[in-house]
């Protein structure tokens, strides 16, 4: 894969600690996964909280999902990953 260098973002960061910053962490990842909407794919790495934040749907240690983002930040559930 050609991917560009790493880049940390506020809305990929755990809030599992620190529900006092749920919102605003969300609120951050649901601008960034605005911001990728219509662009080319992208890899984002983060945490379980955040992805069933977004998503609904939880994923164990190792997986992720596959999902299209919309222009509001919200996204829809493509495919697991691994399948």
């Keep these: 894969m050609n991917l560009t260098e790493a880049e940390t973002h506020l809305g990929?960061?755990?809030?599992?600690?620190?529900?006092?910053?749920r919102d605003a962490i969300v609120a951050a990842l649901r601008g960034l996964l605005a911001g990728l909407a219509n662009g080319p794919p992208a890899v984002l790495?983060?945490?379980?909280?955040n992805i069933r934040a977004i998503t609904g749907q939880g994923v164990r240690s190792g997986e992720?999902?596959?999902?299209?983002p919309d222009d509001d930040g919200s996204v829809r559930v493509i495919a697991p990953f691994p399948p």
Excluded at 12 to 21: I, K, Y
Aim: glycine letters at 4%; hydrophobic letters at 40%; proline letters at 0%.
């Design 12 to 21: 990929l960061n755990s809030f599992f600690q620190n529900r006092d910053r």
């Design 45 to 49: 790495v983060t945490h379980q909280v």
């Design 64 to 68: 992720g999902l596959i999902v299209q």
